[in-house]
């Protein structure tokens, strides 16, 4: 079976700080990795996916997520906070070698404080 | 830029009664998907479709769900008899391929009374 864990609830960060949202995982197979932002009363919009190739995948405004397979984790990542970051942030994984089915987890609540 | 496009937005059903909601994936997509969220809470796995065929389906899409492409565009999933507890936003879903992310739709809110 095939799982993720979004450990933290809700993260708050500064405008301008550096932002990191956690995200583990668990798959038999090697993972297919995803990130998706749901703002209030929309859909979930995709951010970006690792695959294969680089751990460190670069993804849409600004944000970036590094895969580290010995820690089974793919953290998303930001430089610098914008206001409008602020969302609803899911973790997805399938199995590589399996289904199609994406297992999302829980989501975090991003906070940027102005 | 393409995107899935699910009708309606909202549909408010009596309980017991069959409901469909409809989706239009993006026109080259190959897999088709659908989730549902829970008042802002998880996003649950409901079924995969490809090749005109359920691929994969979770505990919850039992007999009371089924989906449908019937004519080549749309994607619909059937609620027979709904209960209270579908109560939920029903999330369509589309990929052009395997290793690839799902592009989604808006939502559909089901709210069942």
């Known amino acids: 079976a095939q799982s993720v864990a979004q450990p933290e609830d809700q993260v708050n960060v500064a405008e301008g700080n550096p932002l990191t949202v956690k995200c583990t995982y668990s798959?038999?197979?090697?993972?297919?990795l995803f990130w998706y932002v749901q703002y209030p009363n929309r859909g979930l919009q995709f951010l970006l996916k690792?695959?294969?190739?680089?751990?460190l995948v670069k993804g849409s405004y600004g944000f970036e997520a590094e895969f580290n397979k010995s820690q089974t984790s793919f953290h998303l990542k930001k430089p610098s906070a914008l206001v409008s970051d602020s969302a609803l942030y899911f973790c997805?994984?399938?199995?590589?070698?399996?289904?199609?089915?994406?297992?999302f987890g829980t989501g975090t609540k991003l906070q940027v404080i102005p | 830029e393409p995107e899935v496009t699910q009708t309606p937005s909202h549909q408010v059903t009596q309980m017991g009664q069959e409901v469909i909601l409809h989706c239009v994936p993006i026109?080259?997509?190959?897999?088709f998907y659908w989730y549902r969220q829970i008042l802002g809470q998880k996003v649950e796995f409901l079924v995969s479709?490809?090749?005109?065929?359920?691929?994969?389906k979770s505990e919850i899409f039992d007999d009371q769900f089924s989906v449908e492409r019937p004519d080549g565009s749309n994607f619909t999933l059937k609620i027979r008899s709904t209960k209270l507890e579908d109560s939920a936003m029903y999330f369509c879903?589309?990929?052009?391929?395997?290793?690839?992310?799902?592009?989604f739709g808006q939502g559909t809110r089901l709210t069942v009374v």
């Open positions: 997805a994984v399938r199995d590589s070698g399996g289904y199609q089915k994406v297992t």
């Open positions: 479709f490809y090749n005109n065929e359920i691929s994969e």
């Open positions: 798959v038999s197979g090697n993972p297919y």
């Open positions: 690792y695959i294969t190739g680089d751990n």
């Open positions: 026109s080259n997509h190959l897999y």
């Open positions: 879903a589309s990929s052009p391929g395997r290793g690839t992310e799902a592009f």
